[in-house]
């Protein structure tokens, strides 16, 4: 990584999308020693981030996790969810190997907002299921993309990568932002009595593969 210096992308073919690595600095964790990016784009003007363990570029499959910010599970350490456990899970397996990254995008509530992500927490405390709610709130039940993230990796540039992921949304996104994609590798979190019917609902509706 010591070469890997700013720089900016474009793709017209991608609606004009701009994305721009514009730091990188030692990240020293429980989990062990990693390196995080900054990037700035022109889409959402949201900040993401990469950590990223060892040497990434020009690397085949590296081991990847692409990790959508989740307030309550990764801050809170929220049981309503799997999300915390999801992140943690990744970093140690990053840890593991000799190069991986993790992509932690800012796409809260599967896209909706953390706000909104609240709203539809009351509506589940009333009998609704996470799909359900994100419908009545008026939003698809998924509404996050995989560009920015596509040319996050790019901008990384590994040959190939890894994907850690349960969601095929994911896997399809990547692929169809030009990412080679070598392996899908399933995280398995034990569901508690919190989050149970919340894990089926996103294996029976959203496809998941739990």
């Known amino acids: 990584m010591s070469n890997l210096k700013p720089k900016l992308i474009s793709q017209e073919s991608v609606n004009d999308l701009e994305v721009n690595l514009v730091a ?39 081991l990847t996790r692409i990790h959508s910010e989740c307030v309550t599970g990764d801050v809170f350490s929220s049981r309503k969810c799997d999300c915390g456990e ?25 896209g909706i907002g953390l706000a909104n992500k609240i709203r539809a927490y009351q509506l589940q405390d009333n009998g609704m299921d996470t799909v359900e709610a994100n419908l009545h709130l008026g939003f698809d039940d998924d509404m996050r993309s995989y560009d920015i993230a596509a040319e996050m990796i790019r901008l990384l540039a590994p040959q190939s990568v890894q994907l850690m992921t349960n969601n095929p949304k994911k896997y399809r ?21 919190f989050n149970e019917h919340y894990l089926e609902t996103k294996k029976e509706k959203s496809g998941h593969l739990l």
Do not use: C, W
């Open 24 to 62: 990188i600095a030692n990240l020293p964790t429980k989990f062990g020693q990693f390196k995080i990016a900054a990037f700035e784009n022109n889409r959402d003007a949201k900040e993401h981030i990469a950590i990223i363990k060892g040497h990434v570029e020009g690397q085949s499959d590296v």
């Open 173 to 193: 996104g990547l692929l169809d932002a030009g990412i080679e994609v070598s392996e899908r590798l399933p995280i398995k979190i034990m569901a508690n009595p």
């Open 86 to 110: 999801q992140l943690h899970y990744a970093m140690e397996e990053l840890a593991k190997n000799e190069a991986g990254l993790l992509l932690y995008m800012r796409q809260e509530g599967r």
